[in-house]
Every structure is written in C-alpha cells, then in structure tokens.
C-alpha cells in the first residue's frame, strides 16, 4: 500500500485525531468475491478494533486473500455502543470523465453536507468518494436515497452506481474495494484530490 490508499485517510485523518480509547471504535471489512450481475452479497465479515487497525493489519488482510477475492471497507463503524455510517460514494463514471464544475455542484446541491468534505480516489475503474462526517442510520438512508437524485433525468451520462445503492441499502452497509487482487480493475485505489 502507499500513501495514497484509504486506508490512510481512515487510519491518519479520522483514528489518530479521535480523543479517547482507540479501542472504542470498531471498524469493519469483508472479503467477497465479485460476481457480476448478481444480487447475492455474500462475504467474509471482519472486525478491527480500533488499536488493531494498523497498516500491518490491513497489509495482512490484504496478503491473505484467496484467488480472485477482494477487501472491503465498510461504512458501518461502532463507537462504544453505538454504530455510526460514513458516507462512502461509488461513482459510475470513469476518472478521466469527471467534470469538476457541473458533478461538483451537482453534488453540492443534492448532499450539502457530505459534498464539500469528500475525498476523492481512483478505483481502478472509476471514482470511490469517502467523507469521514459520521452519519446515524437514519441519516445514511437518507444519504443513499439522495445519491439516487444525482443523476440527472433524460441522460445516458451517470455520475453514481445505482446498483451498488441497491447492493448497500440491502446489506445495510456501504463498502468500497481496498484491494485489487482479481486484477478485475486497473489499480488498487489512490487518492487523487479532495473535493
């Protein structure tokens, strides 16, 4: 991993600037296998603490998969005993077609909240975004519902993977790729700017 992963937003911008017990805080990740078109989610569930969550740990994680399985970042965090979101984007459109003025703005207009705070990475295929404003569940549902407006009506061009909500409302989780070791995609993914 460099530094450009996620997890170093994760691990530097929101662990380390946390007041209090590391061990508070639980992260969660799986392994699955991606399956085309398929509405099965199934996976492997792991959970770090947070005193745990460590470059070591995660580059083990990494180093542990099976053929053609990946890793996964959830959403879902638990601090103490309450479970918290944050707000992760799969974007449908490839890097080199974003077009920062009109997604942006469209972005900004649908989630004011969340827009201004993403970071943005290259997936390997296309955008993941990640915000570590923590969201409570009933505000992550309504987050999801409203990345389901991004998209502008009577366009082929989409901006959000609609099915990756329909994936993640169901699983009742977001989750973003942190590997790429079915080599399904360009890259592992890397920041590239924050929003």
């Avoid at 603490?49 to 399985?69: C, D, P």
């Avoid at 918290?84 to 649908?110: G, S, T």
């Avoid at 993403?118 to 993941?128: A, E, K």
Wanted: proline residues 3%; charged residues 30%.
């Amino acid at each position: 991993m460099d530094n450009n992963h996620p997890f170093f937003l994760i691990y530097n911008d929101f662990l380390m600037k946390r007041k209090g017990n590391l061990g508070d805080c639980t992260f969660f990740l799986s392994k699955y296998i991606y399956i085309p078109d398929s509405i099965d989610d199934n996976r492997i569930r792991l959970e770090v603490k947070g005193n745990e969550f460590t470059e070591e740990r995660i580059q083990n994680e990494l180093s542990l998969l099976e053929e053609n399985e990946e890793l996964a970042f959830h959403s879902k965090i638990r601090i103490k005993d309450k479970f918290y979101h944050f707000p992760f984007i799969d974007f449908a459109i490839p890097v080199n077609d974003w077009d920062f003025e009109q997604d942006f703005i469209r972005l900004k207009r649908i989630i004011p909240h969340i827009a201004s705070t993403l970071v943005l990475f290259n997936s390997g295929r296309s955008l993941h975004g990640y915000s570590l404003r923590l969201l409570t569940r009933k505000e992550w549902i309504d987050f999801m519902g409203r990345l389901l407006l991004v998209d502008l009506a009577n366009t082929d061009r989409k901006l959000i993977d609609s099915r990756w909500i329909g994936h993640r409302l169901m699983g009742e989780y977001s989750s973003l790729r942190w590997s790429n070791n079915s080599r399904k995609y360009l890259s592992e993914p890397s920041r590239i700017y924050n929003l």
